[in-house]
Protein backbone atom coordinates (compact mmCIF):
# COMPACT_ATOMS: atom_id res chain seq x y z
CA UNK A 1 0.00 0.00 0.00
CA UNK A 2 1.38 3.30 -0.82
CA UNK A 3 0.11 6.56 1.22
CA UNK A 4 0.80 10.02 0.05
CA UNK A 5 -0.07 12.44 3.25
CA UNK A 6 -0.12 15.98 2.42
CA UNK A 7 0.59 18.49 4.79
CA UNK A 8 3.12 17.00 7.54
CA UNK A 9 2.85 19.03 11.09
CA UNK A 10 0.09 17.72 13.66
CA UNK A 11 -2.77 15.03 11.42
CA UNK A 12 -0.12 14.43 9.01
CA UNK A 13 2.58 13.37 11.00
CA UNK A 14 0.88 11.38 14.00
CA UNK A 15 -1.27 9.81 10.44
CA UNK A 16 2.37 8.83 9.33
CA UNK A 17 4.19 7.35 12.71
CA UNK A 18 0.80 5.72 13.29
CA UNK A 19 1.11 3.92 9.82
CA UNK A 20 4.21 3.29 10.15
CA UNK A 21 3.80 0.96 13.38
CA UNK A 22 1.10 -0.84 12.16
CA UNK A 23 2.20 -1.64 8.63
CA UNK A 24 6.12 -1.84 8.05
CA UNK A 25 6.04 -2.32 4.24
CA UNK A 26 3.78 0.42 3.72
CA UNK A 27 5.27 3.20 1.22
CA UNK A 28 4.62 6.37 2.93
CA UNK A 29 5.02 9.80 1.66
CA UNK A 30 4.89 13.00 2.79
CA UNK A 31 4.37 16.17 0.96
CA UNK A 32 4.59 19.62 3.16
CA UNK A 33 5.19 23.21 1.43
CA UNK A 34 7.15 24.30 4.35
CA UNK A 35 10.27 24.00 5.73
CA UNK A 36 9.39 21.80 8.45
CA UNK A 37 7.31 18.65 9.93
CA UNK A 38 6.01 17.79 13.09
CA UNK A 39 6.36 21.28 14.34
CA UNK A 40 5.06 22.77 17.40
CA UNK A 41 3.30 25.53 16.11
CA UNK A 42 1.61 26.30 19.81
CA UNK A 43 4.69 26.53 21.01
CA UNK A 44 5.76 29.35 18.35
CA UNK A 45 4.53 32.84 20.78
CA UNK A 46 7.35 31.32 23.29
CA UNK A 47 10.20 31.25 21.16
CA UNK A 48 9.51 34.66 20.00
CA UNK A 49 9.30 35.35 23.59
CA UNK A 50 12.60 33.92 24.12
CA UNK A 51 11.17 31.05 26.91
CA UNK A 52 12.00 28.32 24.20
CA UNK A 53 15.13 29.85 23.06
CA UNK A 54 16.68 26.82 20.36
CA UNK A 55 14.77 27.06 17.10
CA UNK A 56 15.30 23.31 17.43
CA UNK A 57 13.47 22.84 20.05
CA UNK A 58 10.19 23.73 18.07
CA UNK A 59 10.87 20.71 15.74
CA UNK A 60 8.94 17.49 17.27
CA UNK A 61 10.45 15.08 14.55
CA UNK A 62 12.86 16.24 11.53
CA UNK A 63 12.52 15.14 8.65
CA UNK A 64 15.97 12.65 9.41
CA UNK A 65 14.44 11.60 12.19
CA UNK A 66 11.10 10.64 10.25
CA UNK A 67 13.00 8.92 7.50
CA UNK A 68 15.73 6.93 9.97
CA UNK A 69 13.47 5.72 12.58
CA UNK A 70 10.24 5.12 10.66
CA UNK A 71 11.66 5.37 7.09
CA UNK A 72 8.81 7.83 5.51
CA UNK A 73 9.71 9.80 2.32
CA UNK A 74 9.51 12.98 3.72
CA UNK A 75 9.36 15.87 0.71
CA UNK A 76 9.93 19.32 2.06
CA UNK A 77 9.21 22.52 0.03
CA UNK A 78 6.79 20.49 -1.97
CA UNK A 79 3.46 21.35 -2.52
CA UNK A 80 0.38 19.61 -3.49
CA UNK A 81 -1.23 21.61 -6.17
CA UNK A 82 -4.12 19.62 -7.67
CA UNK A 83 -5.81 15.64 -7.09
CA UNK A 84 -6.71 13.79 -10.03
CA UNK A 85 -8.84 11.17 -7.71
CA UNK A 86 -9.75 9.24 -11.63
CA UNK A 87 -5.73 8.28 -11.60
CA UNK A 88 -5.29 8.41 -8.06
CA UNK A 89 -2.70 10.67 -8.14
CA UNK A 90 -1.60 14.03 -6.62
CA UNK A 91 0.49 16.55 -8.60
CA UNK A 92 3.26 18.31 -7.15
CA UNK A 93 5.18 21.15 -7.09
CA UNK A 94 8.56 21.98 -5.48
CA UNK A 95 9.90 25.29 -4.70
CA UNK A 96 12.51 25.02 -7.41
CA UNK A 97 10.10 24.66 -9.82
CA UNK A 98 9.99 21.15 -10.67
CA UNK A 99 6.57 19.60 -11.17
CA UNK A 100 5.77 15.69 -11.20
CA UNK A 101 2.67 13.60 -10.31
CA UNK A 102 2.89 11.15 -7.43
CA UNK A 103 0.81 8.22 -7.54
CA UNK A 104 -1.44 6.83 -4.32
CA UNK A 105 -3.10 4.28 -3.13
CA UNK A 106 -4.38 5.87 0.14
CA UNK A 107 -4.08 9.74 0.81
CA UNK A 108 -4.71 12.12 3.62
CA UNK A 109 -5.28 15.21 3.54
CA UNK A 110 -3.90 17.39 6.33
CA UNK A 111 -3.33 20.91 4.86
CA UNK A 112 -4.47 22.76 8.34
CA UNK A 113 -5.95 26.44 8.17
CA UNK A 114 -4.16 29.48 7.34
CA UNK A 115 -4.06 32.76 8.84
CA UNK A 116 -6.51 35.58 7.99
CA UNK A 117 -4.86 38.53 6.83
CA UNK A 118 -7.66 40.54 5.04
CA UNK A 119 -4.79 41.24 2.43
CA UNK A 120 -2.45 43.40 4.62
CA UNK A 121 1.13 42.35 4.91
CA UNK A 122 4.26 44.53 4.53
CA UNK A 123 7.69 45.09 6.58
CA UNK A 124 7.00 44.98 10.23
CA UNK A 125 3.58 42.93 9.40
CA UNK A 126 3.17 39.62 11.04
CA UNK A 127 1.42 35.98 11.66
CA UNK A 128 2.26 33.10 13.46
CA UNK A 129 1.80 29.87 11.63
CA UNK A 130 4.81 28.31 11.14
CA UNK A 131 8.53 28.39 11.95
CA UNK A 132 9.32 30.39 9.63
CA UNK A 133 6.77 32.87 11.19
CA UNK A 134 8.15 32.60 14.27
CA UNK A 135 12.23 32.93 13.57
CA UNK A 136 11.59 35.99 11.05
CA UNK A 137 9.15 37.78 13.96
CA UNK A 138 11.66 37.00 16.15
CA UNK A 139 14.82 37.91 13.91
CA UNK A 140 12.28 41.22 13.24
CA UNK A 141 12.45 42.38 16.81
CA UNK A 142 16.28 42.10 17.33
CA UNK A 143 17.54 43.92 14.08
CA UNK A 144 15.16 46.66 14.38
CA UNK A 145 14.84 47.05 18.04
CA UNK A 146 10.99 47.17 18.40
CA UNK A 147 9.43 49.21 21.45
CA UNK A 148 6.07 48.98 20.12
CA UNK A 149 3.57 46.66 18.90
CA UNK A 150 -0.13 45.93 18.34
CA UNK A 151 -1.69 42.37 18.24
CA UNK A 152 -4.69 42.38 16.14
CA UNK A 153 -7.42 39.64 17.91
CA UNK A 154 -7.86 38.97 21.44
CA UNK A 155 -7.85 34.95 20.73
CA UNK A 156 -5.28 32.34 21.82
CA UNK A 157 -3.04 33.19 19.18
CA UNK A 158 -3.42 36.88 20.13
CA UNK A 159 -3.31 36.36 23.94
CA UNK A 160 0.17 34.37 23.98
CA UNK A 161 1.85 36.94 21.47
CA UNK A 162 0.40 39.61 23.57
CA UNK A 163 1.88 37.86 26.53
CA UNK A 164 5.34 36.74 25.43
CA UNK A 165 6.24 40.38 23.50
CA UNK A 166 5.19 42.15 26.81
CA UNK A 167 7.53 39.87 28.58
CA UNK A 168 10.39 40.99 26.24
CA UNK A 169 9.86 45.00 27.43
CA UNK A 170 7.67 45.87 24.31
CA UNK A 171 4.98 48.01 24.91
CA UNK A 172 2.11 46.36 23.65
CA UNK A 173 -1.35 47.30 22.42
CA UNK A 174 -4.31 44.39 22.14
CA UNK A 175 -6.92 45.48 19.66
CA UNK A 176 -9.67 43.47 19.66
CA UNK A 177 -13.35 43.80 17.79
CA UNK A 178 -15.51 42.01 20.23
CA UNK A 179 -16.63 43.12 23.02
CA UNK A 180 -14.21 41.23 24.90
CA UNK A 181 -10.91 38.96 25.12
CA UNK A 182 -10.96 35.33 24.40
CA UNK A 183 -13.98 34.65 22.82
CA UNK A 184 -14.83 30.64 24.29
CA UNK A 185 -15.16 32.59 27.79
CA UNK A 186 -18.52 34.78 28.95
CA UNK A 187 -18.04 38.33 29.67
CA UNK A 188 -17.36 38.20 33.33
CA UNK A 189 -14.59 35.27 33.04
CA UNK A 190 -12.50 37.31 30.19
CA UNK A 191 -12.64 40.09 31.97
CA UNK A 192 -10.55 39.03 34.29
CA UNK A 193 -8.36 38.07 31.29
CA UNK A 194 -7.90 41.73 30.93
CA UNK A 195 -7.53 42.98 34.17
CA UNK A 196 -4.16 40.43 34.14
CA UNK A 197 -3.28 41.58 30.48
CA UNK A 198 -3.45 45.17 31.78
CA UNK A 199 -1.85 44.71 35.37
CA UNK A 200 1.01 43.20 33.07
CA UNK A 201 1.39 46.34 31.16
CA UNK A 202 -0.92 45.44 28.04
CA UNK A 203 -3.31 48.48 26.54
CA UNK A 204 -6.46 46.30 25.69
CA UNK A 205 -8.74 47.96 23.63
CA UNK A 206 -12.44 45.80 22.91
CA UNK A 207 -15.23 46.75 20.67
CA UNK A 208 -12.25 47.87 18.20
CA UNK A 209 -11.11 46.53 14.94
CA UNK A 210 -8.29 47.09 12.82
CA UNK A 211 -9.39 49.39 9.62
CA UNK A 212 -6.47 49.34 8.06
CA UNK A 213 -2.28 48.66 8.04
CA UNK A 214 0.30 50.46 5.98
CA UNK A 215 4.00 49.78 6.44
CA UNK A 216 5.85 52.88 6.21
CA UNK A 217 9.60 54.42 7.01
CA UNK A 218 8.12 55.76 10.58
CA UNK A 219 6.91 52.26 11.54
CA UNK A 220 3.59 50.62 10.71
CA UNK A 221 0.50 52.47 10.36
CA UNK A 222 -3.13 51.29 11.88
CA UNK A 223 -6.43 53.15 11.46
CA UNK A 224 -8.52 51.29 13.85
CA UNK A 225 -12.56 50.67 13.36
CA UNK A 226 -13.20 53.40 15.88
CA UNK A 227 -11.30 56.55 13.87
CA UNK A 228 -7.89 56.26 16.29
CA UNK A 229 -5.26 55.75 14.57
CA UNK A 230 -1.57 54.86 15.44
CA UNK A 231 2.31 53.91 14.63
CA UNK A 232 3.77 50.62 16.02
CA UNK A 233 7.45 49.00 15.35
CA UNK A 234 5.26 45.81 14.22
CA UNK A 235 2.09 44.70 14.00
CA UNK A 236 0.85 41.07 14.63
CA UNK A 237 -2.38 39.82 12.78
CA UNK A 238 -3.76 37.17 15.21
CA UNK A 239 -7.32 37.47 13.74
CA UNK A 240 -8.27 33.94 13.09
CA UNK A 241 -7.68 31.12 10.74
CA UNK A 242 -9.78 29.60 7.97
CA UNK A 243 -9.56 25.98 6.59
CA UNK A 244 -7.05 25.38 3.98
CA UNK A 245 -9.62 23.47 1.39
CA UNK A 246 -9.02 24.46 -2.26
CA UNK A 247 -7.28 21.59 -3.09
CA UNK A 248 -9.98 19.23 -1.38
CA UNK A 249 -12.95 21.43 -3.20
CA UNK A 250 -11.34 21.71 -6.93
CA UNK A 251 -11.04 17.86 -6.53
CA UNK A 252 -14.62 17.81 -5.93
CA UNK A 253 -14.50 16.51 -2.45
CA UNK A 254 -17.46 17.30 -0.48
CA UNK A 255 -17.65 20.34 1.99
CA UNK A 256 -19.35 21.03 5.54
CA UNK A 257 -21.73 23.80 5.09
CA UNK A 258 -19.00 25.50 7.74
CA UNK A 259 -16.20 25.26 4.72
CA UNK A 260 -13.99 22.30 6.49
CA UNK A 261 -13.34 19.12 4.39
CA UNK A 262 -16.66 16.73 5.44
CA UNK A 263 -15.61 13.16 6.57
CA UNK A 264 -17.35 10.27 8.55
CA UNK A 265 -16.36 9.06 11.64
CA UNK A 266 -13.43 6.62 10.12
CA UNK A 267 -12.27 10.23 9.13
CA UNK A 268 -12.93 9.10 5.29
CA UNK A 269 -14.00 11.78 2.48
CA UNK A 270 -16.72 11.57 -0.07
CA UNK A 271 -13.87 10.24 -2.73
CA UNK A 272 -12.93 7.00 -1.98
CA UNK A 273 -9.61 6.31 -0.67
CA UNK A 274 -9.26 9.95 0.26
CA UNK A 275 -8.86 10.62 4.45
CA UNK A 276 -8.57 13.99 6.35
CA UNK A 277 -7.59 15.46 9.72
CA UNK A 278 -6.58 18.35 11.48
CA UNK A 279 -7.75 22.08 11.08
CA UNK A 280 -9.17 21.78 7.28
CA UNK A 281 -11.80 19.47 8.72
CA UNK A 282 -15.57 19.79 10.08
CA UNK A 283 -16.15 17.85 12.90
CA UNK A 284 -18.99 17.36 15.04
CA UNK A 285 -19.22 20.65 18.16
CA UNK A 286 -20.00 20.90 21.55
CA UNK A 287 -24.02 21.19 20.52
CA UNK A 288 -24.01 18.09 18.20
CA UNK A 289 -23.64 20.45 15.04
CA UNK A 290 -21.40 20.92 12.24
CA UNK A 291 -18.06 22.97 13.52
CA UNK A 292 -14.86 24.03 13.05
CA UNK A 293 -12.41 23.23 16.04
CA UNK A 294 -8.76 24.32 15.15
CA UNK A 295 -7.02 22.15 17.59
CA UNK A 296 -3.44 20.13 18.26
CA UNK A 297 -4.79 17.80 20.45
CA UNK A 298 -7.78 16.66 17.95
CA UNK A 299 -6.01 17.07 14.86
CA UNK A 300 -3.45 14.47 16.27
CA UNK A 301 -5.83 11.84 17.37
CA UNK A 302 -7.37 12.51 13.66
CA UNK A 303 -4.41 11.21 12.01
CA UNK A 304 -3.68 8.62 14.29
CA UNK A 305 -7.38 7.47 13.48
CA UNK A 306 -7.10 7.88 9.51
CA UNK A 307 -4.17 5.82 9.73
CA UNK A 308 -6.10 2.48 11.56
CA UNK A 309 -8.60 2.96 9.20
CA UNK A 310 -6.84 2.62 6.10
CA UNK A 311 -5.14 -0.35 7.14
CA UNK A 312 -8.60 -1.81 7.40
CA UNK A 313 -9.44 -1.10 11.27
CA UNK A 314 -12.41 0.78 12.27
CA UNK A 315 -11.15 3.55 14.21
CA UNK A 316 -14.01 5.74 15.20
CA UNK A 317 -12.99 9.65 15.27
CA UNK A 318 -16.09 11.00 14.42
CA UNK A 319 -17.35 12.42 17.66
CA UNK A 320 -17.79 15.74 19.10
CA UNK A 321 -14.77 17.75 19.50
CA UNK A 322 -15.73 19.60 22.70
CA UNK A 323 -13.37 22.65 22.04
CA UNK A 324 -11.27 21.83 25.30
CA UNK A 325 -8.58 24.74 25.63
CA UNK A 326 -6.18 26.63 27.60
CA UNK A 327 -4.12 29.83 27.77
CA UNK A 328 -1.30 31.26 30.32
CA UNK A 329 -1.81 34.89 30.62
CA UNK A 330 0.93 35.96 32.76
CA UNK A 331 0.11 35.04 35.78
CA UNK A 332 -3.60 33.88 35.33
CA UNK A 333 -4.46 30.42 33.24
CA UNK A 334 -7.80 30.80 31.72
CA UNK A 335 -9.44 27.76 30.42
CA UNK A 336 -12.90 25.73 29.38
CA UNK A 337 -15.00 23.56 27.50
CA UNK A 338 -17.73 22.76 26.02
CA UNK A 339 -20.33 25.74 25.50
CA UNK A 340 -20.68 28.76 26.83
CA UNK A 341 -23.43 31.32 27.94
CA UNK A 342 -23.48 33.24 24.34
CA UNK A 343 -23.60 29.84 22.54
CA UNK A 344 -26.94 28.82 25.12
CA UNK A 345 -28.21 31.31 24.26
CA UNK A 346 -27.94 31.53 20.72
CA UNK A 347 -29.12 28.62 20.15
CA UNK A 348 -32.36 29.12 22.28
CA UNK A 349 -31.42 25.60 25.06
CA UNK A 350 -32.87 26.17 28.88
CA UNK A 351 -29.33 26.07 31.17
CA UNK A 352 -28.64 26.63 34.98
CA UNK A 353 -25.36 28.01 35.81
CA UNK A 354 -23.40 28.11 38.80
CA UNK A 355 -20.11 30.01 40.48
CA UNK A 356 -17.78 28.92 43.00
CA UNK A 357 -14.53 30.04 43.95
CA UNK A 358 -12.54 27.29 45.70
CA UNK A 359 -8.34 27.12 46.34
CA UNK A 360 -6.32 25.18 44.34
CA UNK A 361 -5.00 23.01 47.28
CA UNK A 362 -5.88 22.87 50.81
CA UNK A 363 -5.64 26.32 52.86
CA UNK A 364 -3.89 25.55 55.70
CA UNK A 365 -0.91 24.29 53.30
CA UNK A 366 1.25 27.63 52.29
CA UNK A 367 0.59 28.78 48.84
CA UNK A 368 -3.08 27.72 47.92
CA UNK A 369 -4.64 30.12 45.16
CA UNK A 370 -8.47 30.89 44.78
CA UNK A 371 -9.78 30.20 41.37
CA UNK A 372 -13.30 30.90 39.59
CA UNK A 373 -14.97 28.37 37.72
CA UNK A 374 -18.06 28.54 36.24
CA UNK A 375 -20.49 25.41 35.20
CA UNK A 376 -23.36 25.34 32.91
CA UNK A 377 -25.54 22.04 33.03
CA UNK A 378 -28.76 21.15 31.87
CA UNK A 379 -32.15 20.26 33.50
CA UNK A 380 -31.51 16.76 33.89
CA UNK A 381 -27.71 17.50 34.88
CA UNK A 382 -25.96 17.18 31.51
CA UNK A 383 -22.61 19.33 31.71
CA UNK A 384 -22.89 21.43 28.84
CA UNK A 385 -20.06 23.81 29.55
CA UNK A 386 -17.47 24.86 32.36
CA UNK A 387 -15.10 27.95 32.31
CA UNK A 388 -11.82 28.69 34.63
CA UNK A 389 -9.40 31.45 35.55
CA UNK A 390 -7.04 31.28 37.89
CA UNK A 391 -3.08 31.43 39.30
CA UNK A 392 -3.00 27.62 39.85
CA UNK A 393 -4.87 24.47 39.26
CA UNK A 394 -7.66 25.58 36.77
CA UNK A 395 -6.30 23.17 33.82
CA UNK A 396 -6.68 20.35 35.92
CA UNK A 397 -10.42 20.98 37.25
CA UNK A 398 -11.48 21.84 32.99
CA UNK A 399 -9.66 18.65 32.09
CA UNK A 400 -12.05 16.92 34.39
CA UNK A 401 -15.21 18.44 33.09
CA UNK A 402 -13.89 17.84 29.79
CA UNK A 403 -14.06 13.66 30.29
CA UNK A 404 -17.27 14.21 32.22
CA UNK A 405 -18.72 15.42 28.53
CA UNK A 406 -16.78 13.12 27.01
CA UNK A 407 -18.84 10.02 28.55
CA UNK A 408 -21.91 11.93 29.20
CA UNK A 409 -21.72 12.40 32.45
CA UNK A 410 -23.83 15.05 34.90
CA UNK A 411 -23.27 16.90 37.46
CA UNK A 412 -23.41 14.19 40.09
CA UNK A 413 -20.78 12.83 38.52
CA UNK A 414 -18.70 15.46 39.59
CA UNK A 415 -19.22 15.46 42.78
CA UNK A 416 -18.49 11.55 42.82
CA UNK A 417 -15.05 12.22 41.14
CA UNK A 418 -12.52 10.67 42.93
CA UNK A 419 -9.23 13.21 42.88
CA UNK A 420 -6.09 12.77 44.37
CA UNK A 421 -5.65 14.30 47.42
CA UNK A 422 -2.94 15.81 49.60
CA UNK A 423 -2.56 19.13 50.95
CA UNK A 424 -0.07 20.47 48.87
CA UNK A 425 -2.08 19.22 45.69
CA UNK A 426 -5.17 19.23 46.38
CA UNK A 427 -8.17 19.34 48.79
CA UNK A 428 -10.51 16.70 49.97
CA UNK A 429 -12.98 17.91 48.27
CA UNK A 430 -11.31 19.42 45.13
CA UNK A 431 -12.82 22.23 43.18
CA UNK A 432 -14.34 19.54 40.68
CA UNK A 433 -16.24 18.18 43.40
CA UNK A 434 -17.41 21.12 44.62
CA UNK A 435 -19.38 22.48 41.15
CA UNK A 436 -20.90 18.94 41.35
CA UNK A 437 -22.05 19.39 45.14
CA UNK A 438 -23.24 22.96 44.74
CA UNK A 439 -24.83 21.56 40.85
CA UNK A 440 -26.59 18.68 43.13
CA UNK A 441 -28.10 21.11 45.28
CA UNK A 442 -29.38 23.15 42.68
CA UNK A 443 -31.35 19.99 41.04
CA UNK A 444 -32.27 18.27 44.22
CA UNK A 445 -33.78 21.91 45.13
CA UNK A 446 -31.94 22.43 48.37
CA UNK A 447 -30.45 25.73 46.84
CA UNK A 448 -32.30 27.85 44.25
CA UNK A 449 -29.34 30.09 42.35
CA UNK A 450 -29.78 33.75 41.51
CA UNK A 451 -27.11 34.91 38.71
CA UNK A 452 -26.05 38.57 39.54
CA UNK A 453 -27.99 39.68 36.32
CA UNK A 454 -31.39 38.36 37.93
CA UNK A 455 -30.89 40.37 41.50
CA UNK A 456 -34.14 42.32 40.72
CA UNK A 457 -34.97 46.17 42.05
CA UNK A 458 -37.18 44.98 44.42
CA UNK A 459 -35.77 42.06 46.28
CA UNK A 460 -34.31 41.90 49.40
CA UNK A 461 -31.02 41.57 49.34
CA UNK A 462 -29.40 40.11 52.42
CA UNK A 463 -25.76 40.30 52.89
CA UNK A 464 -24.37 37.58 55.69
CA UNK A 465 -20.50 38.73 55.78
CA UNK A 466 -19.15 40.56 58.35
CA UNK A 467 -19.74 44.06 59.17
CA UNK A 468 -16.03 45.04 58.04
CA UNK A 469 -16.44 43.18 54.51
CA UNK A 470 -19.78 44.54 53.96
CA UNK A 471 -18.21 48.08 54.73
CA UNK A 472 -15.29 47.55 52.28
CA UNK A 473 -18.51 47.14 49.35
CA UNK A 474 -22.32 45.59 48.90
CA UNK A 475 -24.89 45.60 46.61
CA UNK A 476 -26.79 48.86 46.97
CA UNK A 477 -29.62 48.25 48.81
CA UNK A 478 -28.88 45.06 51.07
CA UNK A 479 -29.48 44.53 54.33
CA UNK A 480 -26.39 43.08 56.23
CA UNK A 481 -26.67 40.57 59.18
CA UNK A 482 -24.39 38.34 59.87
CA UNK A 483 -24.31 34.73 59.36
CA UNK A 484 -23.27 33.29 62.72
CA UNK A 485 -26.29 36.19 64.39
CA UNK A 486 -29.08 35.17 61.78
CA UNK A 487 -30.86 32.58 63.65
CA UNK A 488 -31.31 35.35 66.44
CA UNK A 489 -32.41 38.16 64.21
CA UNK A 490 -35.11 36.51 62.13
CA UNK A 491 -37.93 38.87 63.27
CA UNK A 492 -35.66 41.30 60.69
CA UNK A 493 -36.04 39.15 57.74
CA UNK A 494 -39.29 39.97 56.02
CA UNK A 495 -41.33 37.16 54.63
CA UNK A 496 -43.23 39.24 51.98
CA UNK A 497 -40.62 39.44 49.39
CA UNK A 498 -38.01 38.01 47.31
CA UNK A 499 -35.32 37.11 49.63
CA UNK A 500 -31.68 37.33 47.88
CA UNK A 501 -28.75 36.10 50.41
CA UNK A 502 -25.42 36.92 49.62
CA UNK A 503 -22.21 36.33 50.91
CA UNK A 504 -18.49 36.72 49.15
CA UNK A 505 -19.02 34.24 46.93
CA UNK A 506 -21.78 32.03 47.84
CA UNK A 507 -21.18 29.44 50.55
CA UNK A 508 -22.24 31.89 53.24
CA UNK A 509 -24.98 32.49 51.39
CA UNK A 510 -26.18 28.67 50.85
CA UNK A 511 -25.92 28.18 54.51
CA UNK A 512 -28.23 31.07 55.34
CA UNK A 513 -30.42 30.08 53.02
CA UNK A 514 -30.48 27.11 54.37
CA UNK A 515 -31.23 28.06 57.78
CA UNK A 516 -33.92 30.46 56.56
CA UNK A 517 -35.42 27.39 55.02
CA UNK A 518 -35.53 25.53 57.77
CA UNK A 519 -37.51 28.22 59.63
CA UNK A 520 -40.20 29.14 57.12
CA UNK A 521 -38.71 31.59 55.13
CA UNK A 522 -37.65 31.21 51.26
CA UNK A 523 -34.55 32.55 50.02
CA UNK A 524 -32.77 32.48 47.02
CA UNK A 525 -28.61 32.23 46.94
CA UNK A 526 -26.30 34.72 44.67
CA UNK A 527 -24.16 32.32 43.48
CA UNK A 528 -20.61 33.09 43.21
CA UNK A 529 -21.71 35.80 46.05
CA UNK A 530 -20.71 39.74 45.99
CA UNK A 531 -17.44 39.20 44.23
CA UNK A 532 -19.58 37.56 40.93
CA UNK A 533 -21.74 40.20 41.17
CA UNK A 534 -19.23 43.06 41.34
CA UNK A 535 -17.40 41.60 38.67
CA UNK A 536 -20.53 40.97 36.30
CA UNK A 537 -21.18 44.52 37.14
CA UNK A 538 -17.92 46.07 35.37
CA UNK A 539 -18.44 43.66 32.65
CA UNK A 540 -21.34 45.30 31.95
CA UNK A 541 -23.77 42.35 32.64
CA UNK A 542 -25.52 43.81 35.57
CA UNK A 543 -27.59 46.30 34.31
CA UNK A 544 -30.52 46.31 37.05
CA UNK A 545 -30.42 49.99 39.27
CA UNK A 546 -30.47 49.39 42.62
Known sequence: ??????????????????????????????????????????????????????????????????????????????????????????????????????????LLLAPGAAAKTFGWSGEGVFVLRDVADATGMAAYIREKGVKSALVAGGGFIGIETTENLAERGIAVTLAEFAPQVMPPLDPEMALLVRDELEKGGVKVMTGVGVGSVLSSADGVKVKFTDGGEGTFGMVVLALGVTPETALAKDAGIELTSLGGIKVDGTRRTSVPDIFAAGDATGVIGADGGEALVPLAGPANRQGRSAADNMTGARAENGGRVLGASVVRVFGLTAASVGRNEKQLKKAGEEYKKIYVLPF??????????????????????????????????????????????????????????????????????????????????????LMTPVSPEEVGEDDLVLDVRTPQEFAAGHIEGSVNIPLDELRARLDEVPNSTRIVVTCAVGLRGYIAARILAGHGIKAENLTGGYRMYALAKRAGIVTNER
Open 360 to 445: SHATYYPGAKQMTLKLLFAADGRVLGAQGVGAEGVEKQIDVVSQTMHFAGTVRDLAEAEMCYAPPYNSAKSPVNMMGFVASNVLDG
Open 1 to 106: MKVVIIGGVAGGASCATRLRRLDESAEIVILERGDNVSYANCGLPYYVGGRIEREESLTVASPGFLRARFNIDVRVRSEAVGIDTARKTVHVRERDGREYDEPYDK
